[in-house]
């Protein structure tokens, strides 16, 4: 499709497993981005990427949180021994970087932590 | 750290009326965006303002860069059922930069 994609959807796991989730962004975007949306709340900022490099990780909770991005396209977030305030709907969006460009967003993965 | 402001956290209006959210915040941003969020889904963007004093149109919507580049608004006209969601702003510093989000108003249209 033309948007940004996320797998899975869903994701119910128990505390203390690990998760990965998927970002496929719009084709030819350069520049992504990961957030995290807790319920009622705004979104809250996790990683940049440029390319396969990230320049800013300063919103990364805690160093359970990572992130990588291969072939300037697909970025995993994956999150180790995950705890249940790790809650929450995880939002990717991308943008071209020639300029300042707005961001898209994916419909996001909802993860619940038993 | 920077905050975006906006309130109240719920709006009720009649269809057919218009209705204004503000967004306000203690730091200055360089780009202010208004974005859309029905449930389920990820917020979709309905206009962007890089400039200072900007004011765009988007259809029955319209938003302003205000002057101090410290706030902005949106205004919806003549207001539909599917107008109804949370509707968030945010902002950025310079390019490719992270968004600051405010936390949303959830816009509530009575037929």
């Known amino acids: 499709g033309a948007g940004v994609s996320q797998s899975p959807s869903n994701k119910v796991t128990e505390k203390g497993k690990d998760v990965e989730l998927r970002c496929d962004p719009i084709?030819?975007?350069?520049?992504l981005y990961w957030y995290r949306q807790s319920l009622g709340q705004g979104l809250e900022f996790l990683i940049y990427?440029?390319?396969?490099?990230?320049?800013?990780k300063s919103g990364l909770p805690s160093d359970r949180f990572s992130a990588e991005r291969t072939g300037g396209s697909v970025s995993t977030l994956t999150i180790q021994r995950t705890q249940q305030e790790d809650s929450a709907v995880y939002l990717c969006?991308?943008?071209?970087?020639?300029?300042?460009?707005?961001?898209?967003f994916g419909d996001g993965t909802r993860l619940s932590i038993l | 750290g920077q905050q975006l402001n906006q309130s109240p956290q719920s709006m009720f209006i009649q269809e057919g009326e218009d209705v204004s959210m503000n967004c306000t915040s203690s730091s200055i941003f360089n780009t202010w965006l208004w974005y859309k969020q029905d449930p389920g889904e990820g917020p979709v963007l309905l206009i962007a303002?890089?400039?200072?004093?900007e004011l765009t149109s988007n259809g029955r919507l319209t938003a302003q860069f205000g002057i101090t580049r410290k706030d902005s608004f949106l205004n919806i006209s003549a207001s539909i059922p599917s107008d109804v969601g949370i509707y968030f702003c945010?902002?950025?510093?310079?390019?490719?930069?992270?968004?600051?989000f405010g936390k949303g108003i959830t816009l509530s249209v009575r037929p």
């Open positions: 303002l890089y400039k200072a004093g």
């Open positions: 990427f440029q390319g396969n490099s990230a320049p800013d």
């Open positions: 969006a991308s943008s071209l970087a020639s300029r300042v460009q707005p961001q898209h």
């Open positions: 084709s030819g975007h350069t520049a």
């Open positions: 945010a902002g950025a510093t310079g390019a490719n930069s992270k968004l600051t």
